[in-house]
């Protein structure tokens, strides 16, 4: 990956709690703060389950021992922890573990971002983790509280691969899972769902890599059909080419209804921008519509939109605390619509 970070922030260490000493550079103040700053937390899932709001992130750690590479190794996360709070701008708790890597039996490294739903009163965290060969796949653990232990299921999902997995589940009780990330998602390796480990990168003129959807079984354990691609496509419903990286895919991907409508939401990655599309139906198309969150400190994004009481909120994250592209924040802002239902660009710094 590029490093494309050049931002100090001063951090102290005391105990273990992170005081922030400066806020970013450049004179620019964040609109919002972190949720906690004891642990190091990124990749905010959040969800609303009995009232009550539940962030399911990805637990950073500097690992030193893991040398910086540009497929991520340094990313070395080896759990999770769920925050939940009562209400936005209320207190946030830290939960506990609620995932650990050595309780998935098939896993060897690195739990990348998760996320979670509730059906018939059973929990499920669907999370990305490198298997024993060092490929990503996606595994699911369960729980009857939302913020866990969870219990993983002793093999991956049959026919998963790659990271970020998303969970939506639609009105008509329907679930689909979204998932992919290309460089150290390794999204690139898979064609035709068939793994080649020497996949290369898009050519800046060939179409880019697609997110990947499948539904889920009754079970909420495995798929239901065979993973397919999601299109996302240009205002004239052209797709996106690899040099179109300021709004074609690259990981992260989100959806969320409104008004009928579906949002599927993603991060270019190295353009840093957080953008949407939206259509009529979970499998798309979905038509590109604009930038929801401008790129922020820090090398990654990665995001959750919510709708609490009677407004949405954004979920996502930084690196205000540490100025290590590895080591981040999650924070929350309001999102707004125009009238016309597409989302009014957010800021992070004012």
Known sequence: MKRLYTTVVLTALTGCSLTTLAQTSGGKTPISQPLVSHIYTADPSAHVFNGKIYIYPSHDIDAKDVKEDDEGGHFAMRDYHVLSMDKIGGPVKDNGVAL?????????????????????????????????????????????????????????????????????????????????????????????????????????????????????????????????EVQILDANGKPFLEKDNDKRFFEAAWL???????????STGDTHNLCYAIGDNPYGPFTYKGVVLKPVLGWTNHHSIVQVGGKWYLFYHDVQLSGKTHLRNVKVTELTYNPDGTIKTIDAYK
């Open 256 to 266: 969320h209804k409104y008004n009928g409508k579906y949002y599927f939401s993603y």
């Open 100 to 228: 650990d890597l050595k309780d998935i039996p098939w896993a060897g490294r690195q739990l990348w971002a998760p996320d979670a739903t509730v059906k018939n009163g059973i929990y499920y965290l669907y999370f990305p983790v490198k298997d024993k060969q060092d490929i990503f796949r996606i595994g699911v653990a369960t729980s009857k509280s939302p913020t866990g232990p969870f219990k993983a299921e002793p093999e991956p999902i049959k026919g998963s691969y790659s990271i970020d997995p998303t969970v939506f589940q639609d009105t008509d009780g329907k679930a689909y899972l979204y998932f992919g990330g290309i460089w150290g998602g390794q999204l690139q390796r898979w064609s035709g769902n068939q793994y080649d480990p020497k996949g290369a990168l898009k050519q800046k003129d060939e179409v880019a890599y697609l997110p990947r959807i499948a539904r889920l079984s009754a079970d909420m354990k495995s798929f239901d059909e065979p993973v397919r």
